[in-house]
């Protein structure tokens, strides 16, 4: 077998390890049984656990930038890009055991690299945001504002109605979201002009 082939062999192997058992649980010895290769090959193309981890999760970060900027269509409203931008992440999220699995261990036990991976996506999420926001000030869509704070907002606002909210209420349609997305980002609550 060629290098590359175990080498993409392990990383699958890795990413169903972190997505079944979470960061703390997995170990080389479960990569190395799942990917059916020595340890020691393992260790040929990863220096650790680590290491390992972080290529998975770049390599997920990569493909939820790349469905993210698809959705961006120069064509549509700001408001729609950045809805169908984030409804594409929190699908990307969803179908990503990883993301829940590291969500959960988050959760549970406070593991710092999965506190620390889960921040890092954060954080990519919201530097794309930012530059969407920042594009749409200079080509006059968006009235001028502060793009970082305008980038968090909207990303807090869309985690607390599709996850928070669903603590203590019936999960809102796609539609009901994106009414309500839209009321809070375009029109506010006020009655006055």
């Known amino acids: 077998m060629a290098h590359i082939d175990r080498r993409e062999l392990i ?3 890795a990413a169903q390890s972190f997505s ?5 649980a997995t ?6 049984k799942i990917a059916n290769v020595g340890k020691g090959t393992i260790y040929t193309f990863f220096e650790n ?6 290529e998975i999760l770049l390599s997920a970060i990569r493909e939820l930038q790349r469905r993210a900027e698809a959705e961006i269509r120069a064509e549509r409203p700001f408001f729609e890009n950045i809805y169908q931008a984030l409804d594409a992440i929190l699908e990307f999220r969803e179908e990503h055991d990883l993301f829940l699995k590291l969500s959960q261990e988050l959760r549970d036990i406070g593991t710092p690299q999965a506190k620390a991976a889960l921040f890092k996506v954060e954080s990519v999420v919201l ?3 930012q530059q969407v926001v920042r594009e749409s000030i200079e080509k006059g869509l968006i009235r001028e504002g502060n793009a970082e ?3 968090f907002g909207m990303l807090k606002l869309f985690i607390a109605l599709t996850g928070e909210w669903e603590m203590h209420h019936p999960p809102m349609s796609k539609e009901e979201l994106k009414q309500h997305m839209f009321t809070f980002l375009t029109q506010g609550f006020t009655t006055a002009p």
């Open 49 to 54: 656990k680590e290491e390992l981890f972080d």
């Open 27 to 32: 170990t080389m010895d479960q990569v190395a």
């Open 20 to 24: 079944l058992f979470g960061y703390k």
């Open 11 to 13: 990383l699958q192997a």
């Open 149 to 151: 704070v305008i980038a």
């Open 127 to 129: 530097e794309f945001l």
